[in-house]
């Protein structure tokens, strides 16, 4: 079964300031690899997701993350945060081949953005 | 506008009593997932369903059940047998396949006391 290793559970950050979540997953044959952010008290939002081709995907909002497969990692990067990008993001995975739409999820990172 | 309806927002229960949440999706979605979220774990799969009338258990099926008579409803009953049953509980939808993405209700607070 996949795991999914959140590498920090809070970031700090400054009002444009860029900013990167670590995700590591564990190894597998082929994997789909997504990341949610999470405002307080509501569901999760899909930021991007990546299935194949280009390694680097292009999400919501400034956000994009970028697929390497020899470190088994799914980074996600903001160049320039805003006061409302902070939130919960998660790191999920899906097996590719075939575990039918399950998604294991990461413990989420807290992103709080300050002035 | 399509989406995942979750009711009620905030839900408290005593002890001992069974509790049922809900969860509606217009999506057209085969596929419908309970999570349970809780500080510093992440989502973790209670139950899971693929079509009507079939369902499988996730990684804390324990103390949970589910029904899916109806391909827009996924109702999630935490029973008394539940020992920690006080969480963030979210519902999803989506399309079905491995690739796809899952869609996300508003999410239940339950608190038991």
């Known amino acids: 079964a996949q795991s999914v290793t959140q590498l920090d559970s809070q970031v700090p950050v400054f009002e444009e300031a860029p900013v990167e979540l670590r995700c590591n997953y564990s190894?597998?044959?082929?994997?789909?690899l997504f990341w949610y952010v999470q405002y307080p008290n509501q569901g999760l939002q899909l930021l991007l997701k990546y299935l194949s081709g280009s390694t680097l995907v292009k999400g919501i909002n400034g956000f994009e993350a970028e697929f390497n497969k020899s470190q088994t990692s799914f980074h996600l990067r903001k160049p320039s945060v805003h006061i409302s990008d902070t939130a919960e993001y998660f790191c999920a995975v899906s097996d590719g081949s075939g575990s039918w739409g399950k998604l294991q999820f990461g413990a989420g990172t807290q992103v709080v953005v300050t002035p | 506008d399509g989406g995942i309806t979750q009711s009620p927002k905030y839900l408290f229960r005593k002890e001992g009593q069974n509790v049922t949440l809900s969860c509606e999706q217009n999506l057209n979605h085969d596929a419908m997932y309970w999570y349970r979220q809780d500080p510093g774990q992440g989502l973790r799969l209670i139950y899971y369903s693929q079509i009507v009338n079939d369902f499988q258990k996730g990684d804390i099926a324990e103390g949970y059940s589910v029904s899916r008579e109806k391909k827009e409803s996924f109702p999630l009953t935490v029973t008394s047998a539940q020992k920690n049953p006080t969480a963030f509980y979210l519902c999803?939808?989506?399309?079905?396949?491995?690739?796809?993405?899952?869609?996300f209700g508003p999410g239940t607070r339950l608190t038991v006391t």
């Open positions: 999803a939808s989506s399309i079905g396949g491995s690739g796809d993405e899952q869609y």
């Open positions: 190894s597998s044959v082929s994997v789909y």
